[in-house]
């Protein structure tokens, strides 16, 4: 089994900046993906961002050159930090992990909201 558990969301005015912090513990071995998805009231969940045990990082285009992802490997801890909020990036925020298989792994989720 896997547990995630995430931090760092809060409430921050548009501009902004917030660091999120994503933490696996549990069966962890080999190689697997971990990434950021989110979920607006109303909305499907939607890819964020992703990253592979060797660094290489995907993003969605809605975020592209505003927020990024990172890893550090030895710490099974994924990190997003993004910069330049808006008010449409308002949502629940969950950690996945994936082993290139079937299964997902997601976290509790994490509010960020975006106001003035």
């Known amino acids: 089994q896997v547990q995630l558990v995430e931090s760092g969301g809060g409430l921050v005015q548009p501009g902004g900046s917030l660091r999120l912090s994503c933490a696996a513990s549990g069966s962890i071995f080999g190689f697997y993906v971990m990434g950021w998805y989110r979920q607006a009231p109303g909305k499907q969940r939607e890819l964020v961002a992703t990253i592979t045990t060797g660094g290489s990082k995907t993003y969605a285009d809605s975020v592209k050159g505003r927020f990024t992802i990172s890893r550090d490997n030895a710490k099974n801890t994924v990190y997003l930090q993004m910069n330049s909020l808006k008010p449409e990036d308002t949502a629940v925020y969950y950690c996945?992990?994936?082993?290139?298989?079937?299964?997902?792994?997601w976290g509790q989720g994490t509010q960020v909201t975006v106001s003035s």
């Open positions: 996945n992990l994936n082993f290139y298989g079937p299964i997902n792994y």
